[in-house]
């Protein structure tokens, strides 16, 4: 199978799992980017159009140690599936970390109240 | 005039075995006791150096521990300063001190095994130091964003606790050794 293929593949599981929230994605120290930390790699996707003015998404993959094995940047300026799937998988990661931030704040209120 | 001859040398070689066997008997015990006497000293020396061994390997772990304690003091030192770098955006200082507190912790794990930190514990606090050394790195080749200081702050302060425990750890053998 083709990188690309792999690449796609492995975007649309990203997507059904983060919905199913079966992966837990972290935010970074870095505005609009989220890691998912593997056994043995990490994932990255970041959204760069508040800095590039378009919008744009960075897909990473890095080894266990952090150490950058390929990046991926789509741009909308090609609108095609892929720049759609990846939108989609930002998308479903930033409600995935809103819910559990959501999830956080019901526990305290619970606990509290 | 024959005769004679062989039989002075059939009496002389019958006493000469004789004596040889009595000088072989004799011996004996001489010989046990110098095999005796060798197994001893050998012993001793091996015991002597086995000693040796063993205080040379003290002496190294406790320089070993002295050196390491310097280095977390420096290093937590350093991470403790990052706050007021971090307020002041001096990212190049703040990634040099989040490296050397990364490669202690790798040097930490790899070495020793401690009671109150687990193997999981290094590996969370190294990954997430690492993604903040590249968020800065991105920073300081120019990328416009804001890094997140809050978040920074937190994994400092979770490498500073590890660093304390192990620290404090060390600092507690360190000790027990000598008063012993």
Known sequence: MEIVNKNKNLINLLITRTRERKLSWTITSKPNKYVLFLEASQLFVESTAPRIGFPAYEFSIADRFGNTIEKIVYESTSLNQDFQNIKTLYDAIKINVDIKVGLAIDSIISEIG | MTIPYLLFLIILCDTTSIVADWITIIALPFTILGLCMTYYQGRKIKSAADAAETSANAMANKIDSMLTIESLTKIMDQLNNCDSLLQNENWVEVISYLRSAKVQLIVLQKNRTYKDVTDSDFRLIC???????????????????????VLINNHIDKAIEILTIIHAEIKKKHTDGNSK
Request: glycine residues 4%; hydrophobic residues 25%; negative net charge.
């Open chain 2, 127 to 149: 990954r997430d130091i690492q993604l903040d050394i590249d968020n800065l790195r991105s920073k300081i080749n120019g990328e416009e964003f804001e890094p997140d200081k």
